[in-house]
Structure formats: C-alpha cells, structure tokens
C-alpha cells in the first residue's frame, strides 16, 4: 500500500516537473529575444563559415576559439538553416534542460518538494528567460558545469558505480562548459570548498581534474591541427583580454576602487537580478544562522564564484577584472535558485503560511513584468524590414560596421550588397547611397563611451546635409533606419 501511494506521489511529482518545463518553454518562446547586435553576430559568422563561405573576423578572437557554443550552432544551421531560431535552439535547450537538472538536484540534496519548488522557481527566472534566446555563451556553459557539480554530488551521495566513473564525466562534462565559455573553470573554487570542509580528500577526486584534462587536450590537439599551436585558444583569449582591458575603461564597471563593488551593486539594482536575489541572501543567511547543513554545498558553490567575479582577475599575467554585466551571474543560477527554493519550501510556519506564498506571487508577478517592458527583442526587425529595399540598390552603400555584419546575417551569408564602413570623411562620397541605422549607432555609442579608442563617427550622421536625398525611412522613436542617396 505504501510502495504505491509512494509511486503515484513520485508519478505526479514528475507529471508537475513536465507541465514546469512547459510552463518555462512557454515563458521562453513567449519573449523571445532573437539575435543582439554583438557577440552573437559574431559567433553567429564563425558558426556559418564552418559550412559555408561566409566572411567572419579572424580567429584570434576570445569569441572565434569558443568552439563548444560554435560547433553546436553550426550544427543547428546545418539541420535547420540560419534563422533567429536556428540561432538560439542550443542555447534554448539547455535554458530548458537546466529547469530539469534543477529539479533532480533539488531531489539530491534535500527532497522531492524543494526540486518542483527550484524547477518552477527557475521556469520564470527573468535572467535564465532573457538570455534564452540570445546566442550568447553563458547559459549553456553554466548547464553542462552545473551537471558536471551534479554528477560529483551523485557520486558523492547516491552513486556505486566502479572505479568512479561519476568523478570522471562530472570533469567532462565540466570541461564541456570550458569549450563554451572559458568563466566554467572557476568551478574549481567549489571543489575547494567542498574539500576543505570535508577535510578529506578521496583518490577519486583526482578523477574529474583527469576528465576536465581529456576535454583540454582533445581541444589542443584539434588546434595544433588547425594553427600550429596547441594553446592557440588560451593565448588568443588572453590577449584579446589584455588589448580590450586597454581599449575599455574597466569593464563598463566604476573607477577602481569602488568598481570591486559593481557585482553586489548588480544585485541590489539589475531588474532581472534584484527582486530573487533579495530573497537568495535571506535564504542564505537563513541557512547559516539555522545551520543548515544540507544547504553548505550550495553556498560553497555560489559564495567563493560571486566573491571571484567581483573581485578576481579575468587574466592569468596581471589584475583585470571582469566585465560588469548581469548575464555572468548565469554560473551561479542553480545554486541560488536552490537555496531560495529549500528556503520556501522549510516547514517552519511563518514560511509556510506567509513568506512562501507572498514571495511566490510576488517574484513571479515581476519577473514576467520586468521581461515584458525590456526593450532590446527583435532588435534586427528594421533592418530585416529595409533590407530588400537595400538588395534593390545598384551602387555601393556605407552603413555602420555592426550593421554590415547584421545584413550579413540576415542574408544567410549571402549578402551581395556592396557594403561598406563609414569613412572619417564623407565629403568624398558621390553617387552612392548611405544608410543611418539610429538605433545601431545609438548602441554603438553606449559600448564604446568608456572607450579610448573609439573616435565616433562623422558629424554628418547627426546632421544630414540638405544636398542629401532621403530615399525612405522606416521606424520610429530613435531606431529608425533611413536610406539617402548622395550625389
């Protein structure tokens, strides 16, 4: 009686999880976000050359040697064609695989009701939502080295498969994040932890640095192959680094010193980080003073990674510190939406009867508010508006840089426009046309304002003269796109 009742719990425990995963998919295709105007331009490009010719930048790029997130967009495009779908459907995936992992490790650590109470609590998490459908690097990477901490913690708890095996795939699957994004191995900070605290150390453990070490090489081996030089990815992101911590005035974070600040500003001001991370610290230090011990791994894991974001280097050769941007915060989602789940979810009957229900209705009420009011989906939908127009043109045509690589793009790399960079001066120009895309040179401004490199761009783009002739303009409220013709 009690091994069914047992089964028909654990059957509608895992009917809940599917219709959470739906709930999430939903939420995620609901809002999607589709291609940006920067990074993912450019893993786009490097993606489409693979199987195609598609003009791309160099290779010495950090972006260009990240081949975990550019294989498996490559093959997306291979499968499905290049589309804004086609684009984030790996990124996709693993935002909703995440909702999944989330659950089981829920059920790992603590029981069954703190794993539906993180899977729907991560369903609507508007950072995890938004960058969903970018091609962006963070989400899948913090997947696979979130399932690679999983499998350690199922070795460690649950697992007896021989000759530790689980060790082994959790340092693989780690060093699979490391191919998408090189910020994984700062989960090496949890397993110090983890270790310290247990003061122990077992053989086995020196298993997963042997599988992260088998992805590394495999790596090295395929770039030996194709450069010559098998740390050809390590040297090309570190000095990208060294030349963009040059360019940039410390990361779009405040002067130093009160730029070692910038995360825990994040915290209190980012709306797609504010509202669940108030309730995170509360449920930490909820744990600490409670001592809840079956909560200590999850702050091992979130604690020393915000610590080193806000105040560690991004180089391996002198201090830079990381860039200030919320969707870094992604290799610490898991741990946080876990212990704010195990918090709500604590018999105690204050929680139980007020805080829980209150917080619920209240982080899903602004986080779907706070995913609607952004501005920044559909961000190519102008230019994917005008470009028929712009393939209609018999001379050449100067536009933006940013907007050269996004008509590429939209064309499937097939972009037979003769497009080209703005000059310095545009009194040269005769007999061609010239497009102003606001909205892009608008972002371009704000990226590079903290620059010293960026030298802006012609008075005329501000001022048109008279002598110019307006062919059309679409859009409106400061992203419109308008085409001149210049005689």
């Not at 290779?59 to 499968?79: H, Q």
């Not at 010559?228 to 974070?253: D, E």
């Amino acid at each position: 009686m009690l091994q069914k009742e047992f089964t028909k719990y654990l059957r509608n425990a895992k009917l809940l999880l599917f219709f959470i995963v739906l709930f999430g998919l939903a939420l995620r295709l609901l809002f999607f976000e589709g291609m940006g105007t920067s990074d993912d331009l450019a893993y786009s490009g490097y993606a489409a050359a693979m199987h195609k010719d598609a003009a791309t930048d160099s290779l010495e790029n950090t972006l260009a040697v990240r081949t975990g997130i550019i294989y498996a967009t490559s093959i997306s495009y291979r499968l499905f064609g290049i589309n804004d779908f086609s684009s984030v459907l790996f990124v996709l995936l693993t935002s909703t695989a995440g909702i999944i992992l989330v659950f089981y490790f829920g059920k790992l650590l603590f029981n069954e009701k703190v794993g539906l109470m993180a899977s729907f609590l991560l369903s609507f998490f508007p950072l995890d939502v938004v960058y969903s459908t970018k091609l962006l690097s963070d989400l899948p990477s913090a997947f696979f080295m979130a399932l690679g901490v999983y499998i350690f913690l199922y070795s460690e708890l649950k697992s007896k498969l021989r000759y530790g095996i689980g060790y082994f795939l959790s340092g693989i699957f780690i060093g699979i994040g490391y191919l998408i994004r090189e910020s994984a191995v700062l989960i090496a900070l949890f397993f110090i932890a983890y270790i310290l605290c247990k003061k122990s150390i077992k053989k086995e453990y020196f298993l997963v640095p042997f599988g992260f070490l088998v992805i590394f090489v495999l790596e090295s081996l395929m770039f030996f192959a194709v450069t010559g030089n098998p740390l050809f990815r390590s040297m090309a992101s570190q000095q990208f680094l060294l030349k963009a911590s040059i360019a940039y005035n410390y990361f779009g974070r405040l002067d130093f010193p009160l730029g070692l600040l910038h995360y825990p500003w994040l915290f209190l001001t980012n709306s797609l980080l504010s509202f669940f991370y108030i309730f995170v610290f509360i449920a930490i230090g909820y744990s600490l003073i409670y001592r809840k011990k079956e909560a200590y791994n999850m702050i091992f894991w979130l604690m020393p990674l915000v610590l080193y974001l806000s105040f560690g280097s991004a180089s391996l050769s002198q201090y830079i510190p990381f860039r200030g941007v919320d969707r870094y915060l992604a290799i610490v989602t898991m741990p946080a939406i876990l212990l704010l789940a195990f918090f709500l979810t604590e018999k105690n009957e204050l929680i139980r009867k007020a805080i829980m229900p209150l917080s619920l209705i209240l982080l899903l009420l602004t986080s779907i508010g706070t995913v609607y009011l952004r501005e920044d989906r559909n961000l190519l939908g102008n230019l994917k508006s005008i470009y028929p127009d712009l393939e209609k043109l018999d001379k050449p045509v100067y536009i933006d840089s940013r907007s050269i690589r996004a008509l590429d793009y939209i064309s499937g790399y097939k972009n037979k426009l003769d497009a080209r960079e703005y000059p310095a001066d545009l009194n040269g120009i005769r007999d061609s046309y010239l497009v102003i895309n606001q909205d892009m040179i608008n972002r371009l401004r704000g990226s590079a304002k903290n620059t010293n490199f960026f030298k802006g761009f012609p008075n005329e783009i501000d001022n048109p003269p008279q002598s110019w002739i307006k062919v059309k303009e679409i859009g409106k409220d400061g992203k419109t796109i308008t085409i001149y013709y210049v005689k």
